[in-house]
Nanobody
């Protein structure tokens, strides 16, 4: 069992930056690929970014490519999402998730554990 806890969300103006963190307990994150998903009001949960268990490969949704960066520190059992050049369209609850597909995955069904989410609000 893996317990995930997101932090770092908040209110920011368009063009600003935020760094989200996801701390894990129960088992080491080195055994899992990690992903970030988000859900905006009235919309379904969507893929944002993923990183392989070793951190050697990363994947991004087209909407965030070039603006967001996913990283991990397995020694600290933590994964991060650096968000730059934020837009109002990025407003959502952001969720951290862990997957046994070690190379990384974009599909919700391939993730086994989920955090409770952290709110990100970008004002115009």
């Amino acid at each position: 069992q893996v317990l995930l806890q997101e932090s770092g969300g908040g209110l920011v103006q368009a063009g600003g930056s935020l760094r989200l963190s996801c701390a894990a307990s129960g088992r080491t994150l080195s055994s899992y690929a990690m992903g970030w998903f988000r859900q905006a009001p009235g919309k379904e949960r969507e893929f944002v970014a993923a990183i392989s268990s070793s951190g050697s490969r990363s994947y991004y949704a087209d909407s965030v490519e070039g603006r967001f960066t996913i990283s991990r520190d397995n020694a600290k059992n933590t994964v991060y999402l650096q968000m730059n050049s934020l837009k109002p369209e990025d407003t959502a609850v952001y969720y951290c998730a862990a997957s046994r597909y070690l190379a990384g995955a974009i599909e919700i069904r391939k993730y086994d554990y989920w955090g409770q989410g952290t709110q990100v609000t970008v004002s115009s």
